[in-house]
């Protein structure tokens, strides 16, 4: 991986792919940290706490119970670069969660079937997905997708790693690299 001050490329199976970096990629510093409740390093400030990354699919945690101190809420980072079908392994892939699941896209237009009904979410639009619905996520054209995902509760970043087959890199190794 090889970075600089604006853009991330990281090598997956299916090659190079180049993901731009959010502004306050910036580490915490000690001092606007405090210890939670639970004895956890809460970080008001941050870089993220892990990447999840599989062939067709990356998200950068900025939120869960790493730095938050529970688990009510996960935020992520979620970036779809466009790829031939062939190479597809989370596009396309129809999937269920445990928690209502909600979509602010920021760049590319987010094909997001629910239930089978087709939609396409733009920048700037909202995308609401109830736990235990049927979801497909797919890039639509030919601009890679940039949107922030929130979970309620918590526990979905897991529930990608365990059972989706996201491998887990933390911030911290992706940048130094």
Known sequence: MRMNSSLITVTVLAGLVT????KGDEPASESNSATTKAGLKYQPVGKGV???????AFLKTLVERDNYGNADVEVAELYLPKVPQSEQAVQGLEHVHKSTEIFYVIS?????????KKYVIEPGQVGIVHAGDKIIHSVVGDEPVKAIVIWVPGGEADNLKYN??????????????
């Not at 993901?19 to 959010?22: D, I, K, M, R």
């Open 108 to 116: 590319g237009k987010l094909g997001h079937t629910v239930n089978g």
């Open 164 to 177: 989706m087959g996201f491998k887990e890199q933390s911030i911290g190794s992706l940048l130094n690299d």
């Open 50 to 56: 892990r990447w999840l990354v599989k062939k067709d």
């Open 19 to 22: 993901l731009p970096l959010l």
